[in-house]
């Protein structure tokens, strides 16, 4: 029981334990707090990886789409004849390991 005072006993008891009981409790709400903010940051973190593999998703479709639009724009001899240089050039390796490089970073 608290010292003598001119309030009554049980009334200073019941302050006194109530702030015991916070002080008692305030690690758990603090650690509470910890685990909440940690799962907050792993869901957003997680939603910015779906984010960057839809994103790349459209970029590798829009880069098939351009390479088949510039096959199918193909239509004279010359365009022939200058589509047979690039394909013997280094151009198509170069596309190649860039689709690698999509494919790999799609697939992380």
Known sequence: ???PT???G???DAVTQS???VLGSAP???MGAIFQSL???TGILYENAVSSQQQLAIASQAATNQ???QIYSVDT???AAATSKIANSDVPNNMLSLMSALRASTAA
Do not use: D, E, R
């Open 6 to 8: 001119p309030m009554n």
């Open 19 to 21: 702030n015991v009981q």
């Open 39 to 41: 799962s907050h940051s």
């Open 77 to 79: 001899m010359a365009g």
């Open 10 to 12: 049980q009334i200073t």
């Open 67 to 69: 390479g088949v639009l």
């Open 28 to 30: 758990a709400m603090a």
């Open 1 to 3: 029981m608290a010292l």
